[in-house]
T-cell receptor, first 116, second 113 residues
């Protein structure tokens, strides 16, 4: 069964608008972490934001925030005031457990395109 | 800043060749990972290592092997390259603490003819 689901293969957004990228996950482990990565056309994966399953507040990093809804098992990424440089692939990922050797599982990604 | 480097950005090999992909990190990270990335499939874990000389199979280890003789270096080996191994290969490392993230290299785009 797929553990990380990103249902939006591609999105187009007007510059300066906010955008929400969807991510749902599936796990029975009470301890887990959720990540979002950005991959520009250059290919390098860039870490954006992290949310632990026990964190009380939604994570924020500059223009990025993670809308964590634990009961719904969703971890949507919100980008405020989008910029042309935000055009990239975005991956949601999850680590089950807190072991240092725990694997990270990635979703299939969403390609975000920002229109000027 | 964490630096993860991969030996090649682009590589073209022939079917049956033995291929080595090298990854080096400079931050004394415990864990290192090899992924392949294919359109529509996201990143899939091939192998990972949480210590020198230790290795664990990921989700798709068939056709691959790895070597970690030194903490900073993690090599992915294709014993006999096949066309279905044409892909983007990404290396990553992490410190190995609760909640830590993985830091990725720039990737190697491998084409097997």
């Amino acid at each position: 069964a797929q553990k990380i689901t990103q249902t939006q293969p591609g999105m187009f957004v007007q510059e300066k608008e906010a955008v929400t990228l969807d991510c749902t996950y599936d796990t029975s482990d009470p301890s887990y972490g959720l990540f979002w990565y950005k991959q520009p056309s250059s290919g390098e994966m860039i870490f954006l934001i992290y949310q632990g399953s026990y964190d009380q507040q939604n994570a924020t990093e500059g223009r990025y925030s993670l809308n964590f809804q634990k009961a719904r098992k969703s971890a949507n990424l919100v980008i405020s005031a989008s910029q042309l440089g935000d055009s990239a692939m975005y991956f949601c990922a999850m680590r089950e457990g807190y072991s240092s050797a725990s694997k990270i599982i990635f979703g299939s990604g969403t390609r975000l395109s920002i229109r000027p | 800043d964490v630096k993860v480097t991969q030996s090649s950005r682009y590589l073209v090999k022939r079917t049956g060749e033995k291929v080595f992909l090298e990854c080096v990190q400079d931050m004394d990270h415990e864990n290192m990972f090899w992924y392949r990335q294919d359109p529509g499939l996201g990143l899939r874990l091939i192998y990972f290592s949480y210590d020198v000389k230790m290795k664990e199979k990921g989700d798709i280890p068939e056709g691959y092997s790895v070597s970690r003789e030194k903490k900073e270096r993690f090599s992915l080996i294709l014993e006999s390259a096949s066309t279905n191994q044409t892909s983007m290969y990404l290396c990553a490392s992490s410190l190995g603490q609760v909640g830590d993230t993985q830091y990725f290299g720039p990737g190697t785009r491998l084409t097997v003819l």
